[in-house]
């Protein structure tokens, strides 16, 4: 078996040994998305009726793409979670002593969560149809939007992964998680317009990959997206891009730099 | 031929507040076929040294080769070469037995097929097969330890280590784990073990290596040791602690006996097994003196120490538990 064979070959079994845990721990499939749900719900029915949309349209439509955005980057905290989980189990020195390719322990957690958080993307979608989220983009922007959505979801688990590997404990990956997600889910345009923030957070906000990330996929899909002008507001897309890839150039080495540094 | 051999390994594990050194230059060596049981209370740097020669953790000083590879510049060669099994059963509990095994003779870059008929082997030699298709959670500790033994032996290694196959297991899995490590033993498996018991070097090994403070303070076959550390000795507990210094005189005369206040023990060393208790026991009946406990004991772990380092096993400070 040649190198890149290896790394092929075990990576796609430590995919099959990932997903092959989620029907068997179906509550942190449910939990993410009755978390999900949750805000739909709190934001369609409870706040949404005082959000009123610069440019008016439908504040279900405008609220759906930021809640599938915000639950994509939460999914990294699941990714961070079975890093950590592994670690202290003991299955991450058990892969380590094996003459398997050393590549495949991240790039199999990373595929799998990326096919896991689709599924996720795909049940969320189906709940957004029921509320009155609709597509009116053609089929290649749909395509498109969702394409940017797992290409950020890579991103996300690169990050997971880093966090997965510096934190000693899995109560630590969720509390850091959540302490940095928080923010820059909210701080964002996916549950209000920027525009109605005070003006020292509203250059955050627009910069935010969240927003970047919302605000391309609302154009994908043809939903509402009062975005203010300059930079952020008039190139959502190619920011997105540029953030994805931001990340994953920051994150990804880091990541495997860190896991190679186990041995010290 | 040496099956694994190292020299003057050094760990040491920073952290901001104190400096640990894990491993203060540890030699040894396990002949192809042999088992060398590497024994020593928790933090002596048992768990430390198989981590290096199984590749996990690099030294801050010396050298190991494992199968002949070298550990550092050879490290994917002596994957190929060894299987691992861990005091922290590592299977992964959300896949069945089967599964487990399945995946890891796939890592092993076996084919499926072979994978498949390995693990079917192994779980029927491990007793496991009933339980193949339970995932691992329901296990108990004694099934989880032989699933994790057999995903360490999957891939065929020449050489096996097996960090504390036996810690938290109830008697019962105990002398389970034995079987199954017993007959890897007689079927030639070059075997390094860890253990912090005596009885269970014992029981498995042809050479034991004694390790305190990250040294190898001692080597040599269980007979050796046991000779070195004086056999089996007789424990006596006096009732009143002004009769310790009469009695100890009254059983061992040449001032041999040890005696700790605190406790009101008095050990001696048993030189002629039941026949020589009996004796200590009328001598003490004749004297008028009161025993509240009196038994003739087998070597421990802790005997080993007191006589080799004069300290005892558990006396260690507790922040070197974790290295």
């Known amino acids: 078996m040649t190198e890149l064979q290896a790394a092929v070959n075990d990576g796609l079994i430590m995919t099959w040994r990932n997903l092959k845990r989620v029907p068997r721990i179906p509550e942190l499939a449910i939990f993410a998305i009755l978390q999900s749900i949750m805000f739909v719900v709190l934001f369609a029915y409870v706040f949404g009726g005082a959000i009123p949309l610069p440019g008016g349209g439908s504040y279900r439509e405008y609220l759906m793409p930021g809640i599938y955005i915000q639950t994509l980057g939460f999914a990294s905290i699941t990714t961070a979670i079975a890093i950590t989980d592994d670690m202290a189990k003991g299955l991450i020195d058990r892969f380590r002593s094996l003459p398997m390719a050393r590549s495949a322990v991240l790039s199999g957690r990373t595929v799998s969560d990326v096919i896991y958080n689709a599924g996720i993307l795909v049940v969320l979608m189906l709940s957004g149809l029921a509320v009155g989220w609709r597509v009116h983009g053609s089929v290649g922007e749909f395509l498109l939007a969702v394409a940017l959505m797992l290409f950020f979801i890579l991103a996300m688990a690169w990050i997971g992964v880093l966090i997965g590997l510096l934190v000693p404990s899995v109560e630590v990956a969720q509390q850091l998680g959540f302490l940095i997600l928080f923010p820059l889910t909210f701080v964002s345009n996916a549950f209000v317009p920027t525009s109605t923030l005070p003006s020292w957070l509203r250059p955050v906000a627009e910069w935010n990959p969240f927003s970047a990330l919302t605000a391309a996929t609302r154009d994908l899909f043809g939903n509402p997206n009062p975005f203010t002008s300059g930079f952020p507001g008039d190139h959502p897309f190619l920011l997105s891009i540029l953030w994805t890839v931001a990340l994953i150039v920051v994150f990804a080495p880091l990541a495997v730099w860190k896991y190679r540094s186990i041995d010290r | 031929m040496a099956a694994v051999e190292a020299e003057g390994l050094v760990k040491v594990y920073r952290s901001r507040k104190s ?278 004991r087998r070597p421990t772990l802790d005997d080993v120490f007191l006589t080799l380092t004069g300290h005892a096993a558990e006396e260690l400070p507790a922040e070197e538990e974790a290295a």
């Open chain 2, 19 to 296: 400096e640990v050194r894990a491993l203060d230059g540890v030699d040894l060596e396990v002949r192809e076929g042999t088992v060398l049981g590497l024994l020593g209370p928790n933090g002596a740097g048992k768990t430390t040294t198989v981590r290096i020669l199984a590749t996990l953790l690099k030294p801050n000083a010396g050298s190991a080769r494992v199968a002949g590879f070298d550990v550092l510049r050879e490290a994917q060669s002596v994957r190929k070469a060894i299987g691992l099994s861990g005091q922290y059963a590592a299977v992964d509990e959300n896949l069945t037995g089967r599964e487990n095994l399945w995946m890891f003779g796939r890592l092993y870059h076996l084919t499926s097929r072979e994978a498949r008929v390995r693990a079917d082997e192994l779980l029927e030699r491990f007793l496991l097969d009933e339980a193949a298709d339970r995932v691992a959670k329901t296990y108990s500790g004694g099934m989880r330890r032989r699933l994790d033994l057999a995903a360490a032996l999957i891939g065929r290694p020449r050489v096996l280590f097996l960090d504390e196959p036996t810690t938290g297991l109830d008697p019962r899995g105990r002398l389970g784990m034995w079987d199954v490590i017993r007959t890897q033993v007689r079927e030639g498996a070059t075997l390094l073990l860890t253990t912090q018991y005596l009885e269970e070097a014992d029981e498995l090994a042809n050479e034991i290596a004694v390790v305190d403070k990250g040294r190898i303070i001692a080597r040599g076959t269980s007979d050796q040791l046991k000779s070195q550390v004086g056999g089996e000795r007789i424990e006596v507990v006096a009732h009143e602690p002004a009769d310790l210094a009469r009695a100890a005189q009254l059983i061992a005369p040449g001032g041999t006996a040890t005696t700790e206040e605190h406790t009101r023990r008095i050990t001696i060393a048993a030189d002629g097994g039941a026949a020589h208790l009996v004796d200590v026991v009328r001598r003490l009946g004749e004297a008028g003196i009161r025993i509240d406990d009196i038994a003739l």
